[in-house]
């Protein structure tokens, strides 16, 4: 059995790598041959944690396995980030564990790789100025990954706390971008792509604040209850998710599908889009949304990627077990 610790992973896996693990299996899930478990999310009742699994197989490329872990809220008392977990997997023909991997980076970056394969894809090619509404853990790996889909010019970003946007100002300077803090009618008017990547209840971003020609990635709504945007602004979008069950009922879709604006039906898979299944945009004066909920899958498809370097490049740690 193969262990790969989570400093390794930085050195193992880059963005680009990872866009492509997560766009593989995307097109796997569309061609329904790569498939996830349903998911389990618990609170434990110790140490206000939230733990559970994300498992799927991917067939075509005989990845199999499951990510655990989850959020622990007092764990910068333990000098630990809140959110912790850990991707295993199995060996396809006879289920023995094949690797331990460290999965907090990865979780980073597989998320990150889905909201940029949704730009990839559905944002219009001549996309100037990107928007980014968050500022947290997530958002200077989301905005990274963004930047190297389009020529980007320009980061407009708003956070409910405008201190917090110094991170993303970083990354401006990091890639040489103007960057501005914007109220949200401002960051609508200006940006041709925005991210969401907060763990809102309420919808911050409303329908009128939002161009034609748009594209919206949606990537902080997770779970029940979470909302970054106004669902009437899901309604108006031709709405793409990473999985579409998923997406109606825990992701940014399911308020506008409780409030019937819209039915699972009316979401398209991105992988569909991958395939060439789907058209994706079809004029550049409509809105486009992507609701990243997070799969199982995609972790696998990166942490299979890390295994694979590792390996390579004589990083693997390789345990009898
Ligand atoms: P974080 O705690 O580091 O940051 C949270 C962000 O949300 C901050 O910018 C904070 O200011 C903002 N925020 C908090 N409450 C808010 C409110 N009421 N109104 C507006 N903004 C508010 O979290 P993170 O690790 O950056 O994750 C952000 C979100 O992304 C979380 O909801 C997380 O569950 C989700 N997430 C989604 C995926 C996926 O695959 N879709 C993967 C990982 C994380």
């Known amino acids: 059995m193969i262990i790969i610790p989570e400093h390794e992973i930085a050195g193992l896996v880059s963005p680009a790598d990872c866009l492509v693990a997560v ?15 349903p998911v389990v ?10 733990y559970g699994f994300k498992s799927g197989f ?5 990845v199999l396995g499951l990510k655990s872990g989850g959020f622990w809220p007092n764990n910068t008392q333990h000098g630990l980030s809140n959110h912790q977990s850990t991707v295993f997997l199995f060996d396809a023909d006879t289920g023995r564990c094949r690797a331990a991997v460290g999965g907090n980076l990865l979780t980073a970056m597989r998320t990150a790789a889905a909201s940029a394969i949704s730009i990839k894809y559905l944002a219009r090619p001549k996309s100037k100025v990107i928007g980014v509404i968050g500022a947290g853990h997530q958002s200077a790996f989301q905005l990274r990954a963004a930047l190297d889909q389009r020529p980007f010019e320009k980061i407009v970003a708003w956070n409910i706390d405008p201190t917090m946007l110094v991170r993303l100002e970083e990354v401006a300077k990091e890639r040489d971008l103007p960057f501005e803090s914007v109220g949200l009618d401002q960051l609508g008017q200006q940006a041709d ?11 911050i971003l409303k329908a009128s604040q939002v161009r034609p020609g748009t594209h919206i990635a949606c990537m902080g709504t997770d779970t029940k209850g979470k909302q970054e945007v ?17 997406a109606a009922t825990i992701g940014e879709a399911q ?3 409780e409030q019937r604006l ?13 395939r060439g299944d789907h058209f994706g945009r079809t004029d550049a004066e409509e809105i486009t949304l992507f609701d990243g ?29």
Do not use: C, W
């Open 23 to 37: 766009e593989d299996v995307f097109a796997s899930m569309a061609n329904k041959s790569a498939y996830n478990f």
């Open 41 to 50: 999310r618990e609170a434990i009742g110790h140490a206000g944690a939230l």
């Open 58 to 62: 991917d067939r075509d490329r005989l």
């Open 193 to 203: 792509v925005i991210i969401t990547i907060t763990s809102s209840f309420k919808p």
């Open 230 to 246: 106004e669902a009437e602004l899901v309604a108006v979008a031709t709405v793409f998710a990473d999985d579409i069950t998923q």
């Open 255 to 257: 308020h506008a599908v």
């Open 262 to 274: 819209i039915l699972p039906a009316d979401i398209t898979e991105i992988g569909a889009v991958i």
């Open 293 to 321: 909920t997070g799969l199982g899958l995609q972790d696998l498809a990166v942490a299979s990627a890390a295994v694979e370097r590792a390996i390579l490049t004589g990083v693997a740690i390789e345990v009898e077990f």
